[in-house]
């Protein structure tokens, strides 16, 4: 069973779980027991889709049969996770050989899977906004999942070239709209729609959110499998870089399932509500501030509740073991070249995690950094810090020659609302 951990006493399965979002009182889900894996020299010898099957069984119990979780897993987690030594001592966990090229992609691919298992074969539209990355996550993970459809707006010259590419080109059961507007007309759009209730019975709407707690576990796997390729008994501290503290929040998951470490760094850009918070105990954000690293412009993170959570509710030793420090631009384009000169191309928040590991491992320890994103992914910035002409990979070379679908429109409702009707 999953609770609200701002009510306590909503509790509900897995898959209403997922099927909400979010709980009463805008409280989040969290699995109501948190018990160490059984045997976990056992689990770590296995592949990843079977042992991640096995770790998301364990979370959510009986709410899901184990052969359609071991389905759900294998489809959704379909490329590889290699941990690559980066200098002495140090590896890195390499999370974007995904399709979208983030580590976005475990958690939207698998929530994709839980809908389409835990759908009653009514209708269902995945209605998403995005400023570039989480819709290229979102449609790729969707994108022919029978009986669902997707619907994404963004903001039409606001997204990169290549983010547009990554998820406007597909066709089928995804349709995207370019609007002659910005991204918080879009989100707006995407609240109207929520408000209005013909829209959601006819269409099945639903959000799939970032805070949904199917992306939350299925990023629980991955720290699993870190531990699989280091050698037994190696207790590493691991670095991630932070935004909206969904990432560190899996971690903390996996310490409270028995994963070995030493401790977690959250890392953060200039937006450092966390740093601050447990560096002074108060919880004060400032303004959101934009910087290179701009998937973790966030000044609110959403998640941080869970991570309190965790520490107050399953016994997590948060004290020990989770630190937080903030880094700025300059730190991020130092750490770029620093990895350059050690032969890693990194995107700069995967620098900026690496970084913040530099400055806090001390000798003898092991370290793993989370890279959350191909570099290629934020070329730009990639080529002008290490003056560079970066190849794009395969799959990237393939959506750049492809026509984006999209249709533009403008930001009025009423315009919008017989599209998101009848296609
Ligand atoms: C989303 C994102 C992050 C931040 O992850 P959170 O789970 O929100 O802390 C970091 N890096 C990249 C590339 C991202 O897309």
Redesign the pocket.
């Known amino acids: 069973m999953m609770y609200n951990i701002r009510t306590g006493a909503q509790r509900v399965s897995f898959p209403e779980a997922v099927r909400l979002g979010i709980g009463k009182e805008q409280g989040l889900f969290l699995p109501e027991r948190l018990r160490p894996l059984a045997d976990l020299p056992a689990l770590l010898d296995l592949p990843f889709a079977e042992r991640s099957a096995g770790v998301l069984s364990h979370l959510v119990g009986s709410d899901v049969p184990p052969g359609n979780m071991r389905n759900m897993v294998e489809a959704a987690f379909d490329f590889p996770v290699p941990l690559e030594p980066v200098g002495e001592s140090v590896y890195a966990l390499e999370l974007f050989h995904g399709t979208s090229l ?3 992609d475990f958690g939207a691919r698998f929530m994709a899977q839980c809908l389409g298992h835990f759908h009653d074969g009514g209708p269902m539209t995945i209605l998403t906004a995005t400023s570039g ?1 989480t819709g290229a996550a979102v449609a790729q993970a969707f994108y022919n999942q029978p009986g669902i459809d997707v619907v994404v707006l963004y903001p039409k010259g606001r997204v990169t070239p290549l983010q547009e590419k990554l998820f406007c080109t597909l066709g089928g059961n995804v349709r995207t709209y370019a609007v002659e507007d910005d991204f918080d007309a879009c989100q707006t759009m995407v609240k109207q729609a929520f408000l209005d209730p013909e829209l959601v019975q006819t269409l099945g709407l639903n959000s799939a959110n970032s805070i949904n707690i199917a992306r939350l576990l299925a990023q629980v796997c991955y720290y699993f499998e870190a531990a699989a390729q280091l050698p037994r008994g190696t207790r590493p501290v691991y670095s991630v ?8 929040t899996a971690g903390l998951i996996a310490v409270a399932l028995g994963l070995p470490v030493r401790r977690m760094i959250a890392a953060t850009n200039a937006n450092d509500t966390v740093p601050r918070f447990l560096a002074e105990g108060r919880w004060k954000p400032y303004p959101t501030v934009a910087t290179m690293t701009n ?2 412009d966030i000044s609110q993170p959403n998640n941080f509740d869970r991570v309190l959570a965790l520490g107050k509710r399953h016994g997590v030793d948060l004290e020990r073991l989770l630190v937080s420090v903030s880094l700025d631009d300059d730190d991020t384009r130092q750490a770029m070249l620093d990895l350059y000169d050690l032969d890693y191309v990194a ?1 700069p ?1 995967t620098a900026l995690g690496w970084k913040a590991l530099k400055d806090d491992r001390t000798e003898g320890e092991i370290g793993v950094f989370l890279c ?2 191909h570099p290629a992914k934020f070329r730009e910035d990639v080529e002008e810090v290490l003056d560079i002409d970066l190849e794009l990979p395969d799959e990237l070379a393939e959506v750049a020659e492809r026509e984006v679908l999209s249709r533009t429109i403008s930001s009025e409702f009423e315009d919008f609302r017989p599209l998101l009707l009848n296609g």
Do not use: E, L
């Not at 870089?241 to 560190?248: A, K, T, V, Y």
């Open positions: 983030a580590f976005k990355d870089p932070s935004g909206n503290f969904g990432n560190i998937a973790m995107d928040h959350t994103a």
